[in-house]
Nanobody, 122 residues
């Protein structure tokens, strides 16, 4: 089992950058695929990025390609989401997730953090 705690959210302006972090505790962080999902008020949860166990494979939803970068440091048990050129439509609660397959399907992930709020003002 793994516990996940996100940090790094906040209130920024259009065009700004943020880096979210997700610290994992528990066993064998390196054995999990990791991902980030977001949920805005009144909308369904959207998976935005995923990364394989070793970090060699990444996936992104089209709306964030070229702006967001997912990465991980297995020595620090941490996964990151670097978000550049933020837009108001990126406003959401961002959660990290751990699972056993590198997919963009939320149900593939067994463990979830509580989330961190990202608000982008225009």
């Amino acid at each position: 089992q793994v516990q996940l705690v996100e940090s790094g959210g906040g209130l920024v302006h259009t065009g700004d950058s943020l880096r979210l972090s997700c610290a994992a505790s528990g066993r064998a962080f390196g054995s999990y695929s990791m991902g980030w999902a977001r949920q805005a008020p009144g909308k369904e949860r959207e998976f935005v990025a995923a990364i394989s166990r070793g970090g060699g494979t990444t996936y992104y939803v089209d709306s964030v390609k070229g702006r967001f970068t997912i990465s991980r440091d297995n020595a620090k048990n941490t996964v990151y989401l670097q978000m550049n050129n933020l837009k108001p439509e990126d406003t959401a609660v961002y959660c990290c997730a751990a699972g056993f397959a590198t997919t963009m399907v939320p149900n593939s992930y067994a463990y979830w953090g509580q989330g961190t709020q990202v608000t982008v003002s225009s």
